[in-house]
C-alpha cells in the first residue's frame, strides 16, 4: 500500500491511529507531519509514543525544536526524536543545530512542519497529512520510498470502530 485515507470523528480516533502507526514503526523511518495548528500532530506522536511503550511525559518540542525517545520495537532499543519546526527562523537552523545526523537507519524523525527546513531535511518515507473536518480530523498518509511502503503494508488500522 502507498497511500491510505480516513476521516477520525474525534480525538479518540487519532490518538487510535497513533497507537496503530506505532505497531507498523521500523528503525530508520522518517516521518513529516503536515497540517495547520490545532491539526493533531503532537496529539498523533504523543499517542504513537505511548503505544511505543515510552511511559513518560511526552510533551511539544516547541521551543526544545527535538525530544528524544527511547522506546522498544521488537526488542531492539529504538530512539524516536520528535521535532517541531514551527518556530525554526530558518533551514541553515536545522543544519547548525546537527539534526540532519539524527536521520540515519537506526532513530525514527517525526518531524512537525517540515516545511521550514524544506531545503536541508531528507526526503520523508511518510507524509501524513492531518486537517480539521467538522469535529473530527481528515488524515491521509503517502508513503514516498520502499521503507515507508512498508511501515503501511504493516499499518492495521479501522478507523472509528
Known sequence: MQHFKAHLHDEAGTCALGASLARALAPGLAIY???D???GKTALTRALLHAAGYEGTVKSPTYTLSEPYRVQLNGR???VIH????????????LDAGFREDFNGDNICIVEWPEKADRV???PDLNLF??????????ELQATTALGHSCLERLHFAPNL
Not at 517541531?84 to 536545522?94: A, H, I
Not at 473536518?133 to 488524515?139: C, E, K, L
Open 33 to 35: 507531519l503536515h497540517g
Open 37 to 39: 495548528l490545532g491539526a
Open 77 to 79: 532499543a529504538v530512539n
Open 83 to 94: 521535532f517541531d519546526l514551527y518556530r525554526m527562523g530558518s533551514p541553515e537552523e536545522f
Open 121 to 123: 531535511l531528507p526526503p
Open 130 to 139: 492531518l486537517s480539521v473536518a467538522g469535529d473530527g480530523r481528515d488524515v
